[in-house]
């Protein structure tokens, strides 16, 4: 059974600093690209992910809204995914998920990368304020 835990959010001032981590199980992890959602409150989650790893580390992906700012990655012997935002902004509160998510990151791609499992974690919050 797939269960994703995510953990590290917490309120900041904007222009901080906040690590996601995601932990997963239940499924061959280091055969999976993974991803972050994130969901606005008092509105839908996001169909697309806003940055993308491939199962191996090597491609990565960025939502042009965190490019520069967030940094994914991976570590396949922990089974853990992680997120790092700096230079936080008010636009980035959220709750944030982790999933697998298809197709695998590439340069060549430009259709967006989606939950491949449908399943979703509990989410951790960020709340960044000004």
């Known amino acids: 059974q797939v269960h994703l835990e995510e953990s590290g959010g917490g309120s900041v001032q904007a222009g901080g600093s906040l690590r996601l981590s995601c932990t997963a199980s239940?499924?061959?992890?280091?055969?999976?690209?993974m991803g972050w959602f994130r969901q606005v409150p008092g509105k839908e989650r996001e169909e697309k992910a806003i940055?993308?790893?491939?199962?191996?580390?090597?491609?990565?992906y960025y939502a042009d809204s965190v490019k520069g700012r967030f940094t994914i990655s991976r570590d396949n012997a922990k089974n853990t995914l992680y997120l790092e935002m700096q230079n936080l902004q008010s636009e980035d509160s959220a709750i944030y998920y982790c999933a697998a998510v298809t197709p695998e990151p590439s340069e060549y791609w430009h259709g967006g990368y989606f939950n491949m499992k449908g399943v979703w974690g509990q989410g951790t919050q960020v709340i960044v304020s000004s």
């Open positions: 940055s993308s790893i491939g199962f191996s580390g090597q491609n990565t």
């Open positions: 239940g499924f061959t992890f280091a055969t999976y690209a």
